[in-house]
């Protein structure tokens, strides 16, 4: 099986502007969540996507946003972006059980490393 | 709300020597996951635990869910160099929010 896959993998952008991040899940995975990973606060939850409806939801401004689509692909958007965005940006995929979202193993992808200038 | 912390932040190490990460959440998991990020890497899992009391091991690796089902444990017996890198716990809560740890880092030196 193929791993998660996310695009793109580097990204520089400058303050203002807006970002839209994607991320293909393993085949067959419904659920897909969101991590920012700075040096100074460790991988911080965004959100979670399972069978296109967000689940779940991080402490994070508005400015974040996802979605989720009928392949279960995902992408994040973050607008009127801040020196303080810089981050690793990660997805994380998971299976289901009998249809059931487990919270078993996350499979992450290799990240967007996002730069704000 | 809800935390999840880890102790210590860092710890350096001589090769050989053992290592062990700490894990407390402020709520009950529902089940406590470990995972791997080396250097410039992502997170890889490592295990899961899903039973109070639980003690599992992996080679040179052993870890543990405590018995409220609110910390956990990662002894690493005789480190290597390839134990690098920055483990986390994580595990998701009784409303499935998924929560990380804040991490341990470990450097090894030869």
């Known amino acids: 099986k193929a791993g998660v896959t996310q695009t793109p993998r580097y990204l520089i952008k400058t303050r203002g502007q807006q970002v839209t991040l994607s991320c293909s899940p393993i085949?067959?995975?419904?659920?897909v969540s969101w991590y920012q990973q700075t040096p100074g606060q460790g991988l911080q939850f965004l959100f979670e996507?399972?069978?296109?409806?967000?689940?779940n939801k991080g402490n994070f401004p508005g400015r974040f946003s996802g979605r989720q689509f009928s392949n279960s692909r995902s992408e994040m958007n973050v607008s009127t972006l801040e020196l303080g965005d810089s981050a690793l940006y990660l997805c994380?995929?998971?299976?289901?059980?009998?249809?059931?979202?487990?919270?078993?193993?996350?499979?992450f992808g290799p990240g967007t490393r996002l730069t704000v200038l | 709300g809800q935390q999840v912390m880890q102790i210590p932040q860092y710890q350096h190490v001589q090769e050989g020597e053992d290592f062990t990460t700490y894990c407390n959440s402020s709520?009950?998991?529902?089940?406590i996951q470990w995972y791997k990020q080396r250097p410039g890497g992502h997170p890889v899992f490592l295990i899961q635990?899903?039973?109070?009391?639980e003690v599992k091991k992996q080679k040179r690796l052993t870890f543990q869910f405590g018995e409220a089902k609110k910390n956990s444990s990662l002894h690493i017996t005789a480190t290597q160099t390839t134990d690098v890198g920055t483990y986390f716990c994580?595990?998701?809560?009784?409303?499935?929010?998924?929560?990380f740890g804040s991490g341990t880092k470990l450097n090894v030196k030869p």
């Open positions: 635990l899903v039973k109070s009391g």
């Open positions: 994580a595990g998701p809560d009784n409303f499935n929010k998924f929560y």
């Open positions: 994380a995929s998971s299976g289901t059980s009998g249809g059931v979202l487990t919270y078993n193993e996350q499979f």
């Open positions: 709520t009950t998991l529902s089940n």
């Open positions: 996507y399972f069978s296109e409806t967000q689940r």
């Open positions: 085949s067959g995975h419904r659920s």
